[in-house]
Nanobody, 127 residues
Framework: QVQLKESGGGSVQAGGSLKLSCAIS????????MTWFRQAPGKEREGVAG????????RYADSVVGRFTISQDTAKSTLYLQMSALKPEDTGMYYC????????????????????WGQGTQVTVSS
């Protein structure tokens, strides 16, 4: 079974940047649709960005388009999320998840599509 471990979170001022990493072990990362989610205090977990290595497909939440970039280094078995122009509303716990490879576009950013999760890394953006 795939194991996931996030890192790279921290505190940053609005307008700043952070790069999150998700170390993938136990299975080939190319066998999964890899996606970042986040959860702010008191809110539901929401999909941020997803990536499918086999055909280089990406999918982003509208709120992060143009600011966040998801990528994957299969040689290092690592998923990344480069976040720029951060806003206070980007604050939350960020999780990576591994899901079925052939998710439909409407299911990529849906929590219920994923059974494999990391423990999360905290991102705090101050104004």
């Amino acid at each position: 079974q795939v194991q996931l471990k996030e890192s790279g979170g921290g505190s940053v001022q609005a307008g700043g940047s952070l790069k999150l990493s998700c170390a993938i072990s136990g299975s080939l990362s190319s066998n999964y649709y890899m996606t970042w989610f986040r959860q702010a205090p008191g809110k539901e977990r929401e999909g941020v960005a997803g990536f499918r290595y086999v055909d280089d497909t990406t999918r982003y939440a509208d709120s992060v388009v143009g600011r966040f970039t998801i990528s994957q280094d299969t040689a290092k078995s690592t998923l990344y999320l480069q976040m720029s122009a951060l806003k206070p509303e980007d604050t939350g716990m960020y999780y990576c998840a591994a899901g079925p490879l052939w998710l439909t576009p409407s299911d990529v950013l849906t929590v219920a599509s994923y059974k494999n999760w990391g423990q999360g890394t905290q991102v705090t953006v101050s104004s």
